[in-house]
């Protein structure tokens, strides 16, 4: 435990960790320091010079991310004399910005637009011609890279130095010809690169699939947990719902990385912050019987309907690793006794690495384990249906086509005397089954993961659900209150 | 006037070992290396030696400040910044032309004495006769056996300005691009591959084996208050005797300027930058000035490198601040952003003052641009950056003034 120390910051008397950085302790209790370049996972280089701070004793200004908190420290981070120096080193990164804010996409989320507004507004006395560098870069599949805007912070550079080790950018030339290059012969295309959209404080490095889609001010930010693989990181979902006709009608825009210490610092994967695409194809908002012939049921109805067939036994319970905490407590209540199915196959395992990347590409196969669920295998699953040893087969948002092929799932499904299937999208099997329950996407409901290492992280509801899709946790309690009407439990 | 360095400059051969030796050289090694490292350091401390690469930091208690190896374990290294790059100074270029064996006997004698068994000398690249002639010497002194403690290693620089600077250079040295790196920890703490190096000038080294051999008193007693021994200015610009001189520390101007045979053509004085471009200039009223680190600095410059340009009354002030600004944002090495936008910024706003299209708002934002830069950089060339334009406004107003008038 490092000691614990007086210090003064703005004439206010504050405790901190001996050694702490200035602009650290700054913000613990609610004091942000303006700067570019300082970035907690990145380092210190100092370069940007915006954190500058009086300190008592000093003959110059200091920057408060290299001035560690000692005992008696007197720092002035909102005095005339910083507040003049904050206003000029911004003064002077403005002197060969484009200023191209209207046609920049990280407009509203810009740090030189908020520390302008914040602390500088000062009438611009450039009279002389900007500096030209390029302005469309392609860096890499996902990043665009416009040198104009760069200020040079080298944040970008550090990431793929220090966090990737990939070293794709790095800053060439020299003085004011200085520019943020790709190193000869690379293309940023690490399997993290999207990070360095996040960190860029200008808009120099802008992501390909987000840009000129929608105006950042007009979406809603929700937290969230990533659910590509089994890490779960913190995740904030960025919608778009006030003005529905951008971003291609698409409701989610964006996901970017939420800070959590434990889980995955500050970073995602790309895999991760790209892999919502798919979340709103063929969504099912209808509960519906498919066969004999096509029909609309109430929930009441299916749920009754669904009931009476689990009464019969012989049941077979697929579900993934897709599922919530509290999706997997209902379904080891409503499936007792069922058989459980939810193994990750082939296609859901995938690569990892020593950063984030699990190879389990489902969040939640630890919550199944911790309330001591089994699964079977699919072989096992396919003799039991082939042999029409299945009477109810149940299958929660998998795509059985993916793991039998399509043709092979769908004859086994036709072999069990009743197939539902529920999720918040439709597959290529989902026609197989004879009910078809609506559920929603991670993203319509608030629940909790549980990662490979036991954290449980919480989700928020960002959107409302499609139709009249309802989480499955409500679907398998509303089932279970069914049975339970009709006075009997489901049977074995 | 009593000369350390350049004393034996008549001396055709002083380049080569046999003629060093037989005027005494190495003998101020033999004497460190019979005596215990501290000791030595110790000698050096009393001879007030400065560092005169620019900074005029006390040499012994830059020395001292090595951590001991139980602190700070692994190798020592000593770093001879041989990348004489400052506009107006050429002095280390006459030093290793002529005496390429006095640096090498002080490198080896400063080897010693912070106990480093790997030393090196990084020299501009620009410099090649300079490089041929201390890798001959250095082969030379190696083969005679004086270099059994610590070897030496030359390694050349590619062309950047602020590689000359301590911590760019060490970066250079790791093949890193030539950003300084902002103390603490110094160099003497944790320096090349983050190992405690001592990086000295080549004047500076060049001055050990005088003080092994004839004392630190003696070296002492040469030069003025705290300002031991002599130093060699490199006299350029408006003199008619352009050339580089030693004199003892505390000599005045005036006769530095009648030693380089006063301002040419009998004219009038402007200004005498004293130090190498960077460094404001000194005025006529300074000319009864005792030249010393310490006096230097009281009258409002630096003694710097020694770089010593004499600018008589043709000369006018935007133009020189020009030239210098757009040095300054040429060699800016862009790292950090008051220096690398502010050289870029100067530079134009003088560049239109020039060319007849200034207007009064200029002299009053160039003076404002610098207070913003100095102080609030990375490293002595920001510093400079903001300073330079400042000096001739400050002492030159009328220079920048007719400039808005002639616009018409």
Redesign the interface.
Known sequence: MAKRVKFKLNGREIEAEEGRLVIDAAKDVGVEIPHYCYHPALGNPGNCRMCVVEVAGAPKPQISCRTAVREGLDVQSDSAAAKRAQASALELHLVNHPLDCPVCDQSGECGLQDYYMKIGQYQSQVRENKQHKDKRVEAGPHVMLDQERCILCTRCTRFVENVTKTYELGVFRRGHAERVELTPGKVLDNDYSGNVVDICPVGALTDRDFRYKVRVWYLDKTDSVCPGCSRGCAVSVHTNTKRPWHNDGKRVARLKPRYNPEINGHWMCDEGRYGFGSLDRDRLGRVLRLAPREEELSWDAACAAIASELRGGAVAFVASGMLSNEDWSAAKTLFAGAKFYFTPEPDQIGAEDALLKRKEKVPNLKAAEALGLKSGSFDELAADLDAGRVRVLYVVERDLGRIWGEERAKTLVSRAACGVFQGPNACAVSEAFRYRLPATAYVEESGRFTNFEGKVSKYEKALEPIGSAKPDWEIFDAIRAALETSGKGAAA | MTKILTKHFDEATLHELATYERLGGYQGLKKALAMAPADVTAEVVKSNLRGLGGAGFPTGAKWGTVPPTDKVPGPRYVVVNCDESEPGCFKDRVLVTRAPHQLIEGLLIAAHAVGARQTFIFIRGEYQNQYDVLARAVAEAAAAGHAKHASIDLMRGAG?YISGLDTALLETMEGK?AWPR?PPPFPTVAGLMGQPTVVNNVETLSMLPFILREGGEAFAKIGSAKNGGTVVFSVSGHVEKPGVYEVPMGTKLRDVLALAGGVRGGRKLKCVIPGGTSMPPLMEKDLDLALDFDAIRAAGTFLGAGGMIVLDETADAVEVAHNIERFL??????????C??????NE??LH?MLHGKA?A?DAP?LA?IGE??T????CALGDTVGMVTRAYLQRFPEDFKKRVSSNG
């Open positions: 950047a691009k902002q944002a040429h060699e800016s090495c862009g790292q950090c952003t008051p690398r936008e502010g050289s870029f910024w134009e706003i239109r207007t708002e934002n404002r913003n830069i102080g609030k950089v990375i």
